[in-house]
């Protein structure tokens, strides 16, 4: 299970559908599991295949933290676990009413601690990946030179391996790549959401893994009599569906799906074998 493979930087091999770990906190709203079931569940996330998690030192609320969890659980680290962090502009609290230069997260002082911060929580010496977060709330035009230029200078300290990039327009990627090597592209994306289709494709010329937030809806899951009759013919769900939907989309498509659900776990890794037929994908459109 969980047999197709990608890449990220170049370098690291992962299985194509991946784990998010947002969801494990609750953050920055919605139900989480309890704490032995959230360990349980990364246990068997591993178990099942996966060896890229998303994370971040941001996924914390009430105590609750992703990072620690994940370290609670799988340290020391299996050899081939890839753990992707992201640092930032942040979706909650003060920074998100200023205008991007004054955003903390996005200083070098900001990013600084935030790679610090995740180096700390998940017990590392380097981090595999980190993206660096820009575009939130109207904030999408935000210059990503400077933050860009921070993070390359933490790299050459040795404290980051590959760069990614995430909330991101077209014209942010190709002025990115100008500056540095991105490794990955996070942004939203799914079979209702496709505003990004021109970007999922640039990244495939490049070699560059694009990988969906909210691959199956978010906080608004997806429903449609399209992907119910496609489930129906294949036996899976629309959850699964729209993964799958995904992986058929572009070879350079990662997934990673959270859920604070065993049976869910269970469900988005079993997405990754079910193959869709050129009428089924004809039919999702």
Known sequence: MNSIRGELGGDLAVARVGYGAMR?????????????????????AVELGVNHIDTSNYYAREGVSA?????????????????????????????????????????????????????KSLGLDRLDVVNLRMGDRGHEDALLDGPLKTLLALREEGLIRHIGISNVSLDQFTRARELAPVSCVQNAYN????????????????????VPFYPVGGFQPLTAERLE????????????VALAWLLARSPNILLIPGTGSPAHLEENIAAGELRLSAEDLASLG
């Open 67 to 119: 990072n620690e969890l994940i370290r609670s659980a799988l340290h020391p680290y299996p050899d081939d676990l890839v753990i992707v962090t992201k640092v930032g502009a942040l979706v909650e609290g003060p920074d998100i009413a200023l205008p991007p230069g004054e955003q903390h997260g996005l200083t070098p002082d900001g990013l600084r601690r935030g790679v610090e911060a995740n180096l």
């Open 24 to 44: 494990l906190t609750g953050w920055p709203r919605g139900e989480r599991p309890g704490r032995d079931a959230a360990l349980r569940i990364l246990r068997r």
């Open 229 to 240: 009759i496609v489930a129906e013919r294949h036996g899976a769900t629309v959850p699964q």
């Open 191 to 210: 079979i209702a959401r496709r505003d990004d289709d021109p970007l999922v494709d640039a990244c495939a010329a490049a070699g560059i893994a694009y």
